[in-house]
């Protein structure tokens, strides 16, 4: 199992980012996928997740300013991310699971994306 994040970058506010995570290994269409984040310091949280279904579910932080998607046919999940704030600041891991979408169900995380957004 191999899961590719790709897309960060350096960014000023209100700018947008968009990242990628490209699964190989595994059956994606199956699998649902998360985004989680952390900052230096604090605890990875949850950025937004996709079930296999594609029902989408977004931490309140972000609502709104990212969505997320899912490309079965390029087995990879996108999030789009607008009206980006100094707060987004975080390395972004892409995880998979095939067992639901709390945190622990993730069985493979991705290798992070760093995120600078800038004042």
């Known amino acids: 199992v191999q899961l590719q994040a790709s897309g960060g970058g350096l960014v000023q506010a209100g700018g947008s980012l968009r990242l990628s995570c490209a699964a190989s290994?595994?059956?994606?269409?199956?699998?649902?996928m998360g985004w989680y984040r952390q900052a230096p310091g604090k605890q990875r949280e949850l950025v937004a997740h996709i079930t296999s279904t594609g029902t989408t579910t977004y931490a309140d932080s972000v609502e709104g300013r990212f969505t997320l998607s899912r490309g079965n046919s390029k087995n990879s999940a996108y999030l789009q991310m607008n009206s980006l704030e100094p707060e987004d600041t975080a390395v972004y891991y892409c995880?998979?699971?095939?067992?639901?979408?709390?945190?622990?169900?993730?069985?493979?995380w991705g290798q992070g994306t760093l995120v600078t957004v800038s004042s």
């Open positions: 995880a998979k699971s095939l067992v639901g979408t709390w945190i622990s169900d993730y069985e493979d």
């Open positions: 290994g595994i059956i994606f269409s199956a699998n649902h």
